[in-house]
């Protein structure tokens, strides 16, 4: 197979995405994409089949295909550019409206054409190989048959090696199709989901059920990207529900998609009062898909039974009373849990004849066909030798008591994946139970936890965080930044399976409690567990502390103490926090995080516990009103990055606050979705220690402060997505060390400052979306360190017109994804 037939295949399904997000933008282009669509759809499985087939094709035909790959990449990079051509520009959409149609014409010659021409040819091929394989099978078993006259095959020790011979040749027809058998299994899950849910207008709720790490999300996410079901339901809405929801947040998103309006849940949407006996009707047909469902008093809450509505609930268990029609998500056959293992064991869909097949098989046959575990054990495995693979199947069989059921079983084999993980690799997956399930873990709170509490530099954590990645033990959620030097870890998240963070629970709440390194909350209560009220008179040696509640007041805590503790993690949903007065027991706490899962911003109380935060070098506020200090507090000298994301800072960053003297150390400092914050406090000029500087999605800034080249040692400044911003301070030239700016979405922005060549050092510039910058400064000429400018189309003729040979213009693929906001 020629690399070639891998990246057509990739190709063509990136193209189709960007096909049917244009089928819903643009209109010029609206027809060809359609068109296309149904072109690519029918030719995507062949590409697939020869894809998977290990079949060298002749040359004349893998020159054929190699010009559709290039026919196909330009398609893609065509589609792009008609997704982010702006609808005023007339002229432009016109003429790619003209290349769309072409490219249409292309895919259809080939279509109508050489693919058939192939297709007629193979089948000629195969009936005559097939004929030739019959008339060699029949002499060969006439000529054995001579040979062996009445020996039986298969008994004493003369005609065993026909037997695993045709074995073998089984394994090896079996290695050809097993991965489209595989996809039968989804193939078929989906036509029953789908028969479910269109034209049965009577059930208005319906399931998928199954244990975890089946697929059932996987399945529901494959039914909701379905084109006969998006055809059929004008409105499709996936929710996750999990096991400690905000059940009147998600009701108001719910109702919020029925109504047509485009809420994100974080608004006083008005929830309607109706009577179902009487024929309420909403407009248009309505799916809702509720992921990881647990209880069914939530769910009689977000289930809306209207005429038009149907509500696809997904979940480990069945609910009968409301569940109307359930389908149970079978685990995989024998050869299908063979060709998922092995593609994540050796990288290919068959056992290499250089490994043992026994004990490959024996390993395969402990994850009993559930998918993640087939994965997940499999990565662990790969590139091991023969004894550690012996040793890894001795481990799983002993986790399987009759008297324990499958999920439990589970957990113990799956937990082998982390046995032989180096020691810090370890340590930093079971970190990852600390935090709420099914939610999108900002990467910035991770590094700076595993910065703090094993000792690592930030360089060494993401390392660390991408082998876990390698492993399948999380999923990174990559940025189109992610992985450049100036990549921020605030734009870059992880998320992790709800089975997988079951595991990280299951290893850390082992041991005695008292003696535990981590202090968990498996989910979010109404009050501290009782486990731990019991266990207060003796010292908590935990480093890490995580705690997810309701809102607390003062009588809610009990007096612990944490001699060891440096990471705490308070999670809670509520409009009041009183912060917990055993804060004053934890002497060495480096990093604290304060997230708040409510609808609403969050009032702090008990604020005089940060007088004894003398060593606390994190601090990270979500969703949070932001207070002023009291004046008691002294100041935070060792305090290094603080982020402030979703939180009202009127209060907290006042003019009259004088920044450095509360946090004269600081290198970090980052604002993100902050609707009120109009001016950062001048003091802040005073921070000559601070290295980076991020202001992102603050609608309503509108300038920054005169003397910020007083930041003598900032190095990276971000001001992305402040549409109100006009100007940029003349001040931001006088910063000696400054390496990168963007200024990115800032759509308002006007002109770059005058004496922007000044900055000899800066290195790289993202400007996208500053569509309103129509010249550069002459200075420009000046950035001899300049080697890479990230813009627009339209804006980066006038970089490539500087003359620069060492500048690398590029022009942006992508918008900034905000999915993160609305887990």
């Known amino acids: 197979m020629a690399p070639t037939d891998l990246f057509a295949g990739e190709i063509a399904t990136e193209l189709l995405k960007q096909l049917v997000a244009i089928t819903e933008k643009a209109c010029l282009c609206k027809s060809s994409a359609q068109q296309l669509i149904s072109y690519i759809e029918e030719v995507l499985p062949i590409i697939q089949e020869i894809k998977y087939s290990g079949v060298e094709l002749s040359g004349f035909r893998q020159s054929q295909l190699d010009r559709f790959s290039e026919t196909l990449r330009d398609g893609l990079e065509l589609a792009g550019k008609v997704l982010k051509s702006a609808r005023w520009n007339v002229y432009k959409n016109l003429q790619l409206a003209r290349k769309m149609e072409k490219l249409e014409k292309t895919v259809s010659r080939f279509m109508n054409g050489p693919l058939q021409a192939h297709v007629l040819a193979d089948v000629h091929h195969v009936r005559f190989e097939s004929a030739e394989r019959f008339d060699r099978l029949e002499n060969t078993a006439r000529r054995i048959e001579r040979r062996l006259g009445s020996m039986k095959i298969g008994i ?38 789908k028969e479910m849910i269109i034209g049965r207008d009577e059930t208005c709720t319906v399931g998928i059920c199954g244990i975890g790490g089946s697929g059932k999300t996987t399945l529901a996410r494959e039914i909701c990207l379905d084109n006969q079901v998006k055809s059929y339901y004008h409105r499709i809405v996936f929710l996750t529900v999990s096991q400690s929801p905000n059940v009147e947040q998600l009701r108001q998103r719910i109702w919020a998609q029925i109504a047509g309006r485009n809420s994100n849940g974080y608004g006083d949407e008005e929830l309607p009062q109706w009577n179902f006996q009487f024929d309420w009707k909403i407009g248009v047909r309505t799916l809702i898909v509720l992921d990881d469902v647990w209880s069914l008093s939530v769910l009689e809450q977000l289930v809306f039974k209207l005429p038009g509505c149907k509500t696809l609930v997904v979940s480990r268990f069945k609910f009968p009373t409301i569940v109307s029609l ?43 066909g559930l998918p993640l575990a087939l994965k997940v054990i499999g990565a662990s495995l790969r590139d091991q030798p023969q004894m550690f693979w012996a040793s890894a199947k001795i481990r799983l069989a002993k986790g399987e008591p009759i008297c324990e059921s499958h999920e439990t079983n589970l957990l113990k084999r799956m937990a082998v994946s982390t046995d032989y993980l180096p020691e810090k690799v370890r340590e930093c997956f079971l970190d990852l139970g600390a935090f709420p399930e099914d939610t999108r873990i900002p990467l910035d709170i991770l590094i700076n936890m595993w910065v703090e509490t094993h000792d690592l530099e930030e360089k060494e954590a993401f390392a660390l965080l991408v082998e876990l990645s390698n492993k399948n033990l999380i999923t990174l959620v990559k940025d189109a930044r992610a992985g450049d030097v100036y990549t921020s870890y605030f734009e870059i998240s992880v998320s992790q399976h709800d089975v997988l963070r079951d595991l990280a629970l299951h290893l850390s709440n082992q041991g005695n409690i008292n003696a535990r390194r981590r202090l968990l909350m498996p989910k979010r209560e109404i009050s501290l567990p009782r486990e731990w009220e019991r266990n207060m008179d003796q010292p908590f040696r935990a480093q890490v502390v995580s705690i997810h509640t309701g809102e607390m007041k003062e009588t809610d805590w009990f007096a612990m103490e944490f001699p060891k503790a440096e990471v705490l993690i308070l999670n809670f949903s509520g409009n009041e926090y009183w912060l917990p007065t055993f804060i004053h027991n934890m002497p060495k706490l480096r990093a604290l995080i304060i997230i708040n899962h409510g609808a609403t911003f969050a009032v702090l109380h008990n604020l005089q516990v940060f007088s004894n935060m003398t060593n606390l070098r994190s601090l ?51 604002l993100d979705h902050c609707d009120d914050l109009i001016e950062l406090p001048p003091s802040i000029c005073g921070l000559h220690q601070l290295q980076i500087l991020s202001i992102t999605n603050c609608p309503s800034l509108r300038n920054l402060p005169p003397d910020l080249g007083r930041l003598n040692s900032l190095e990276i400044l971000r001001i992305y997505g402040c549409p109100t911003l006009k100007t940029i301070s003349p001040g931001i030239c006088e910063l000696p060390w400054l390496k990168y700016l963007d200024i990115s979405q800032c759509v308002n922005l006007e002109c770059l400052p005058d004496g922007i060549g000044q900055l000899i050092r800066l290195e790289k510039i993202d400007m996208r979306e500053c569509l309103k910058i129509r010249s550069l400064p002459k200075s ?36 900034v994804n905000l999915d993160w906001l609305i887990d």
Not at 157 to 180: D, H, I, P, Y
Not at 346 to 352: R, T
Not at 625 to 654: F, H, M, Q, W
Not at 786 to 812: F, R, T, Y
């Open 156 to 193: 004493g020790g003369g005609g065993m090696w026909l037997q695993e011979a045709m074995t073998r040749a089984e394994e090896e027809e079996k290695f050809e199709s097993n991965l489209v058998e595989l996809g039968v299994g989804m193939a078929l899950g989906k036509k029953k989901v």
């Open 326 to 368: 359930c389908y149970e998500v079978e685990l995989l056959r024998d050869n299908e849990a063979m060709s998922l293992f092995c593609h994540s064991a050796f990288g290919q869909n068959a056992v290499p004849f250089t490994a043992n097949k026994s004990l490959v098989k024996q390993v395969v046959d402990e994850c009993k």
């Open 620 to 670: 990270w506020l979500e969703k949070i009103t932001v207070p002023e200090l009291p004046k008691t507090t002294i100041p935070l000298k060792n305090l290094r990055k603080i982020s402030l994301v979703l939180c009202k800072v009127t209060y907290g960053v006042d003019k009259s606050v004088i920044v450095p003297h509360l946090f004269p150390r600081l290198t970090e400092l980052t």
């Open 780 to 815: 420009i000429v000046l950035l001899e360190s300049l080697s890479l400018v990230i813009c627009d189309e339209e804006v980066s003729w006038l970089w490539k017109n500087v003359g620069k040979i060492d500048l690398c213009v590029q022009v942006a693929d992508e918008g």
